[in-house]
């Protein structure tokens, strides 16, 4: 089952205007990464927030991470047109050295940025 | 491009048949990962190897699907007897190891989209 829970589910906006897009999880985690993916496209990274840190960011993008709500927002700021696509939250548990870097993801967020 | 490349990008199969697809991972990195998505879903994980060797597998992966990554280069995924709940978008994706290893992202093929008619 799907451990991340990303909200909304899908967000209209236009161009310029910010982006934030939350996700939710369930279990302790080591980190917390977040992939944008092109319609019908494999998935390109964004950003990753260990779980020690509470902000993080990269150009137009913010993340934050608050492990006592198990939860992390992504902010995009002066959004273009080029932003439109799916956005997943993936979390790598904090399980030793026996997680392997695998990911669960959420279902993710459709975001649609209108010219 | 040194990237993540997978074969082929779209397999139409018919139900019962066996397919098989390819990932070639980024040169350097030592673990390769596939996942399954389907359509309005996040990936979700199905196997995990360490150069050739299959260290986690998903429930997911029922007795039908097999994967190998035989000289812990490139890696095969082959679905036996394909069914039409098999259709969906194979990913691949690849990581190094070494370092704060526990930080690493992994990067992505575009995929392989598969339909079982």
């Known amino acids: 089952s799907q451990q991340g829970e990303e909200d909304p589910q899908a967000l209209s906006i236009q161009e310029g205007e910010n982006a934030t897009m939350n996700c939710s999880y369930k279990?302790?985690?080591?980190?917390l990464q977040w992939y944008r993916q092109n319609s019908g496209r494999g998935l390109v990274h964004l950003i990753l927030i260990r779980s020690n840190e509470r902000e993080k960011h990269s150009g137009r993008l913010r993340v934050t991470l608050d492990t006592s709500k198990k939860s992390s927002s992504l902010l995009i700021t002066a959004s273009r047109a080029a932003d439109t696509a799916s956005y997943f939250c993936?979390?790598?548990?904090?399980?030793?050295?026996?997680?392997?870097?695998?990911?669960?993801f959420g279902q993710g967020t459709i975001l649609t940025v209108h010219p | 491009d040194t990237g993540v490349s997978q074969d082929p990008r779209h397999k139409i199969t018919k139900r019962g048949q066996n397919v098989t697809f390819r990932c070639d991972p980024i040169s350097e990195h030592n673990r390769l990962y596939w996942y399954r998505q389907t359509l309005g879903q996040g990936p979700e994980f199905l196997t995990y190897f360490q150069n050739e060797a299959q260290l986690e597998k998903s429930r997911l992966l029922s007795d039908r699907f097999s994967a190998e990554r035989p000289k812990g280069s490139f890696s095969t995924l082959e679905i036996q007897r394909t069914e039409q709940g098999d259709s969906a978008m194979y990913l691949c994706a690849s990581s190094p190891i070494g370092g704060m290893s526990s930080y690493n992202e992994q990067f992505f093929g575009p995929g392989t989209r598969l339909t079982v008619l």
């Open positions: 993936a979390t790598r548990r904090n399980a030793g050295g026996t997680s392997y870097g695998k990911l669960t």
């Open positions: 279990t302790s985690i080591n980190n």
